[in-house]
């Protein structure tokens, strides 16, 4: 994974766009030191995202099954305590 600085990537953010994209590069970008962001292909993107779907779908799997979730919600309840 190539590093950084967040004022570099400011002024070559089109060559950085290009070296993600096509050159299947991660790029992480740093400010004063500490990570902020990383810029990945949208194909990694994507892989993270099934990826947290994955986890997401077996978590909500193991608190459906758990019999001390009795307790329901209603939507409109949760749409509120949202800001929905």
Known sequence: MVT???TKAREGFSDLLNQVRYGSDRVRIV????DVAVLVSVEDARFLEMFE????IAAAGKALANP???TRIRWEKVKKDLGL
């Open 4 to 6: 950084v600085e967040a």
């Open 31 to 34: 400010r004063r030191g500490k």
């Open 53 to 56: 779907d994955h986890f997401d």
């Open 68 to 70: 001390k979730n009795k």
